[in-house]
């Protein structure tokens, strides 16, 4: 591992995982970085990055491919041109680590050559060849929970038990990792909220999360401005952020090690708030 994925890597204190989606269809900020161009504009992710570790970020995901409900696919060689920019400029200009949020091969395998610290996977390294190039790239992975794919995931998803299910997913996908020699010191595990799961679902499944963190792997949990909160609160995207830090701050009370969210400050304080009260 790299200084920075090593760093990364200790979890004595919760991180915060910082959303950049280089996309112009994610369903919060989708399109933040294009000004009506093709391409991302550098300089505004940069400007971008650049805040966000003032306000307390520790990683960066990088995203190339919306996975919001209903998104299309992109092709490989789209997602690239949008990545793997951004994660060369990210990683020449500061010291942070970035992980890539992607289930491509090809964009796993230049990321990591680009100097990407993690690769974060909503398909649990499930597409052909993706396996073999998270193997190969040396760096931790992710693995989430996703049931179908985002065009049709939250068309009445349905599980016999829902968090029964995930974990037995999870440990399926932690298997398989291992079969193809990432050692489970390289492995974090995401229960995938919102990812083909019904309010009820979501849920039973935060209830569950304990259960998850007792697997003995870094939890990494991803509420931010879900619909799950709008669903809770009634309220549209914009006004989610309240609501977000809370279930985040009962993610970390119930052992969850990472938070992926788009507001960084607000959630850096509420931890720092956390932190003090529990010692």
Do not use: W
Not at 5 to 22: C, E, G, Q, R, W
Not at 60 to 68: A, F, K, L, N, Y
Not at 150 to 166: C, E, F, K, R, S
Not at 207 to 222: A, K, M, N, T, Y
């Amino acid at each position: 591992m790299t200084d920075l994925t090593h760093s990364f890597m200790d979890f004595s204190l919760p991180k915060i995982m910082a959303v950049l989606n280089i996309t112009p269809d994610s369903f919060s900020d989708g399109g933040a970085f294009y000004a009506g161009n093709s391409q991302p504009d550098l300089s505004r992710v940069l400007n971008r990055v650049d805040l966000m570790l003032s306000e307390g970020a520790h990683l960066i995901d990088v995203g190339g491919e919306s996975t919001r409900p209903g998104a299309e696919p992109v092709s490989p060689e789209e997602e690239l041109a949008r990545v793997l920019p951004v994660v060369e400029a990210i990683v020449s200009r500061f010291d942070v680590p970035v992980s890539v949020d992607t289930s491509t091969p090809t964009v796993i395998s230049e990321a990591a050559r680009a100097g990407a610290s993690m690769i974060n996977d909503v398909r649990a390294l499930r597409r052909p060849g993706a396996l073999t190039a998270a193997a190969a790239s040396g760096l931790p992975v992710c693995l989430m929970h996703m049931l179908g794919e985002p065009q049709h995931m939250q068309l009445n998803p349905g599980y016999v038990d829902i968090a029964a299910d995930v974990k037995t997913f999870l440990l399926e996908r932690i298997a398989a990792c291992e079969a193809a020699g990432i050692p489970r010191s390289r492995i974090l595990i995401d229960p995938g909220f919102g990812f083909g799961k019904t309010l009820q679902h979501n849920l039973i499944l935060f209830r569950s999360l304990p259960e998850l963190v007792d697997l003995g792997f870094p939890v990494i949990v991803g509420v931010s401005r879900k619909s799950l909160v709008g669903a809770i609160l009634d309220k549209p995207v914009e006004e989610r952020m309240v609501g977000s830090i809370a279930l985040g701050m009962l993610a970390i009370q119930r052992g969850v090690k990472v938070l992926r969210v788009h507001d960084i400050s607000a959630t850096a304080d509420a931890l720092k708030i956390l932190q003090a009260v529990e010692g």
